[in-house]
């Protein structure tokens, strides 16, 4: 199944659920499993005793009437909204409706309320769903089915969820300041970019029943998988932006090779820095464009997105990191033209620990894709010291979800970079070298007097940087920098680290803007050359 099967799966179904339909289910209160004491101390403690033992990966799954839907068939799927927990909470702020399972959803999730202390599975019947389209008999349906997923509704619109947990440990909010999902998160990643990849899933979720003047939805999940289980707790408050707080307990079973705190999964096809894959009539096409960081030592760092011709990995050192994240910066439509997805209004992800992380490293996956219905950008907080079987790892921390995040940097940011070929129009050119042009907007730059002595700090793992520039750009009342790279004198193809930042005499104006370059081929290089008239 695609990376971006659930979100997509989740963004129709949304908008399915079966409004003022007649039900024949009996009332929900019926569908209970027995009272079972509950707090996070106790799931915690069934998380460890589950890694202790060998894994067991489910029995009862989706039957395979359900696996073979098609996709229309599945989207067509509809939950009785009015049967959503929580609908007879007088004037309560949030409800819940669940997945039904099928298609590529085919391991069950357990689903209970909290209530008082005590936890009671929410029992599946097919009752809960109109499944009259999809052309599945309800009454064939195995007794013990369960769910594949929830999603949040809130009081200021019972229509449109404002969060979705689906498929495997994957889950994701909106921005409320314009209603749009977007990019995704996860639980836990591990191995990304090796072989075999391994994606944890949430087997079971708990849902602690709001008071009706609740602002903040409380929720846990116990996460299991070949190598590791987990005990998550979920503090979900909706607005702009939507913040979720994250506490999470890992379990190895093993040792992990490479392991993904607070992965953030997004789309990358084509933008301004990398036409690769422009053949689409829009100008851009892309949930985020860029990953932001904000180091242990107080850097902060913008590196733009790209969708490379083979799969890229890139890491960035670090101790105790104050944040990063998948950003949309760019909010202008004409630069998208997409009337049918508006990119512009996809929310960007903040990652903020909430206590020292240790030493380890900021991680950027990128994976070719030749369209928008992959997600093909990955991106999580990796230790240093790979986990052990045995071991408790805790980490904690605040998403923020929008278009406007509560962080912000005294510097000023890089809002776009375009890269084309070097060299100097109307001049031959004798070799062959790459353009970048970076804008940088904000900070002290619309405030410094014309002739302000600004200079950009370029450095560059291979290569040489000639023809730099940086001048004011009224446009954007801040700076362009620019610069070429001309490469060694050899056919190697191995990619050009950069990093970039503007100053005046020794004062840091703006962030650090790092690239990953990757060249063309040799014969690539001369066709080039041969284009320009050279």
């Known amino acids: 199944?695609?990376?971006?099967?659930?979100?997509?799966?989740?963004?129709?179904?949304?908008?399915?659920?079966?409004?003022?339909?007649?039900?024949?289910?009996?009332?929900?209160?019926?569908?209970?499993?027995?009272?079972?004491?509950?707090?996070?101390?106790?799931?915690?403690?069934?998380?460890?005793?589950?890694?202790?033992?060998?894994?067991?990966?489910?029995?009862?799954?989706?039957?395979?009437?359900?696996?073979?839907?098609?996709?229309?068939?599945?989207?067509?799927?509809?939950?009785?909204?009015?049967?959503?927990?929580?609908?007879?909470?007088?004037?309560?702020?949030?409800?819940?409706?669940?997945?039904?399972?099928?298609?590529?959803?085919?391991?069950?999730?357990?689903?209970?309320?909290?209530?008082?202390?005590?936890?009671?599975?929410?029992?599946?019947?097919?009752?809960?769903?109109?499944?009259?389209?999809?052309?599945?008999?309800?009454?064939?349906?195995?007794?013990?089915?369960?769910?594949?997923?929830?999603?949040?509704?809130?009081?200021?619109?019972?229509?449109?969820?404002?969060?979705?947990?689906?498929?495997?440990?994957?889950?994701?909010?909106?921005?409320?300041?314009?209603?749009?999902?977007?990019?995704?998160?996860?639980?836990?990643?591990?191995?990304?970019?090796?072989?075999?990849?391994?994606?944890?899933?949430?087997?079971?979720?708990?849902?602690?029943?709001?008071?009706?003047?609740?602002?903040?939805?409380?929720?846990?999940?116990?996460?299991?998988?070949?190598?590791?289980?987990?005990?998550?707790?979920?503090?979900?408050?909706?607005?702009?932006?939507?913040?979720?707080?994250?506490?999470?307990?890992?379990?190895?079973?093993?040792?992990?090779?490479?392991?993904?705190?607070?992965?953030?999964?997004?789309?990358?096809?084509?933008?301004?820095?990398?036409?690769?894959?422009?053949?689409?009539?829009?100008?851009?096409?892309?949930?985020?464009?860029?990953?932001?960081?904000?180091?242990?030592?107080?850097?902060?760092?913008?590196?733009?997105?790209?969708?490379?011709?083979?799969?890229?990995?890139?890491?960035f050192l670090d101790e105790n990191p104050r944040g990063f994240g998948l950003l949309q910066r760019d909010r202008d439509f004409n630069n998208y033209q997409d009337d049918g997805v508006y990119y512009e209004r996809r929310p960007s992800l903040w990652i903020e620990p909430k206590a020292p992380w240790g030493k380890g490293s900021v991680q950027l996956t990128e994976i070719p894709t030749p369209d928008e219905t992959f997600d093909n950008i990955v991106a999580f907080w990796n230790p240093a010291t790979p986990p052990k079987s045995g071991e408790e790892l805790l980490y904690s921390y605040r998403m923020y979800w929008g278009t406007q995040l509560p962080v912000w940097s005294s510097l000023a940011e890089a809002i776009a970079t375009r890269t084309g070929l070097g060299g100097v129009v109307g001049q031959r050119r004798k070799y062959f070298s790459w353009r970048f042009a970076v804008d940088f907007k904000g900070g002290e730059l619309a405030t410094l007097p014309e002739r302000a002595k600004v200079e950009p700090v370029i450095h560059v793992s291979r290569g040489t940087v000639e023809v730099t520039s940086a001048r004011p750009l009224q446009a954007i009342r801040g700076y362009r920098a620019m610069f070429d790279l001309k490469l060694p004198d050899d056919e190697s193809m191995a990619p050009v680290d950069i990093r970039m930042h503007l100053r005046i005499g020794h004062l840091p104006l703006t962030e650090t803007w790092t690239y990953q370059y990757s060249p063309p081929t040799p014969q690539e290089r001369l066709l080039y050359l041969r284009n320009a008239g050279h």
């Not at 903040?216 to 590791?228: E, I, Q």
Request: glycine share 8%.
């Open 1 to 315: 199944m695609r990376r971006r099967d659930f979100l997509e799966s989740a963004v129709l179904l949304s908008t399915l659920s079966a409004t003022g339909l007649a039900s024949a289910a009996a009332p929900s209160n019926a569908r209970r499993g027995p009272a079972q004491p509950f707090d996070y101390a106790s799931l915690k403690g069934r998380a460890r005793a589950l890694a202790g033992k060998p894994y067991q990966p489910p029995t009862n799954l989706a039957p395979q009437a359900l696996m073979e839907l098609g996709y229309d068939e599945y989207q067509s799927i509809r939950f009785h909204r009015d049967e959503a927990l929580w609908t007879d909470v007088r004037d309560g702020n949030f409800r819940l409706e669940f997945f039904h399972m099928g298609r590529g959803f085919k391991e069950p999730v357990r689903m209970h309320e909290i209530v008082d202390g005590q936890a009671r599975e929410i029992l599946y019947h097919p009752d809960l769903f109109d499944l009259s389209r999809s052309g599945i008999n309800a009454r064939s349906l195995p007794g013990d089915l369960s769910f594949a997923g929830f999603r949040v509704h809130t009081i200021t619109n019972w229509e449109a969820d404002v969060a979705s947990f689906l498929g495997a440990s994957y889950f994701r909010s909106i921005g409320s300041d314009t209603r749009q999902f977007g990019l995704s998160a996860r639980g836990l990643a591990i191995d990304t970019a090796l072989e075999p990849e391994e994606f944890p899933r949430f087997s079971e979720f708990f849902f602690e029943r709001p008071r009706p003047d609740a602002r903040t939805l409380v929720l846990y999940a116990l996460m299991d998988s070949p190598s590791v289980a987990g005990a998550y707790r979920f503090a979900l408050t909706p607005g702009a932006p939507q913040v979720v707080e994250v506490d999470a307990a890992i379990y190895p079973r093993k040792e992990i090779r490479r392991l993904g705190i607070a992965p953030l999964t997004s789309m990358y096809q084509v933008g301004e820095n990398d036409r690769r894959m422009g053949y689409d009539w829009r100008p851009e096409i892309h949930d985020s464009d860029g990953l932001w960081m904000h180091t242990g030592s107080g850097e902060w760092l913008w590196r733009p997105l790209n969708n490379p011709a083979t799969l890229r990995f890139n890491s």
